[in-house]
């Protein structure tokens, strides 16, 4: 355990409300919670609130954060995520998934995170699919996020434009992002910021439930993140 992650975790599975009718979530946080508690608000990758998203969640628990994971396939009829492998039923659920439905999910998190925990500032992190919505929500969103982490997850956005401190993760064999994306986007940074991308390391890297996990840039990309959501979260 990285000397980071020091608390006793509590988990369960909850309700937002969310338009008219409630979304489920995970929900993860330290056994320690107060109201200044920071938060995260996870974005789920492709294969939706699964095993993996739930240990990241507890993780950042673990780490001190208050963790949120809405999911948004709920009632879209998604299969269970947890070890599949295969992404042909869920390609066509992401495709569903538009801005608006994202953004009514990331701000129902948040209100139920502020509710609870009132004086917390919330970041905002994803992995693939889940780190792609994160990245969109670097510019825009300053407001409701004061920090954005994405793991191998990059938007198509005007870096010049991104106004939440950033940290990326991405690995140097991944054929989905091409490294030259990476340096381009990071070349255009204005806001503080910390991309790493790793040599040796593929797509989904850091999940440690598939093939493709690299332990050493897993661990060094969690070390990274949690030291910049400390920075960029924690009230001192």
């Not at 200044?36 to 990241?56: C, F, I, K, Y």
């Not at 995520?81 to 439905?101: C, E, K, Q, W, Y």
């Not at 991309?195 to 332990?215: C, K, N, Q, T, W």
Request: aromatic share 10%; hydrophobic share 45%.
């Amino acid at each position: 355990m990285d000397s980071n992650e020091r608390f006793t975790v509590l988990s369960e599975h909850v309700q937002l409300a969310h338009r008219t009718q409630t979304l489920p979530a995970f929900f993860a946080a330290p056994q320690t919670e107060r109201e200044e508690t920071p938060a995260v608000v996870l974005a789920m990758h492709l294969w939706g609130v699964d095993a993996s998203m739930r240990a990241a969640a507890e993780r950042f628990a673990r780490a001190g954060f208050v963790t949120l994971v809405p999911d948004l396939y709920a009632r879209l009829g998604a299969p269970p995520g947890d070890d599949a492998n295969d992404p042909a039923p869920f390609i066509p659920l992401a495709r569903r998934l538009t801005s608006v439905d994202i953004d009514a999910a990331f701000d129902a998190s948040v209100r139920w995170v502020h509710e609870r925990y009132p004086l917390a500032r919330i970041g905002l992190a994803g992995f693939c699919m889940g780190g792609r919505m994160a990245t969109a929500r670097a510019s825009g969103y300053a407001t409701t996020f004061s920090a954005v982490a994405a793991w191998y997850g990059l938007a198509d956005i005007d870096p010049h434009a991104v106004d939440v401190p950033l940290v990326g993760s991405y690995g140097a064999d991944d054929t989905g992002i091409p490294v030259e994306q990476v340096r381009a986007f990071e070349r255009g940074l204005e806001v503080p910021h910390d991309i790493v991308i790793y040599p040796g390391a593929g797509h989904a890297f850091a999940d440690e439930r598939r093939d493709s996990f690299e332990l050493r840039a897993s661990e060094d990309s969690w070390r990274r993140t949690l030291r910049f959501f400390e920075t960029h979260l924690r009230k001192t």
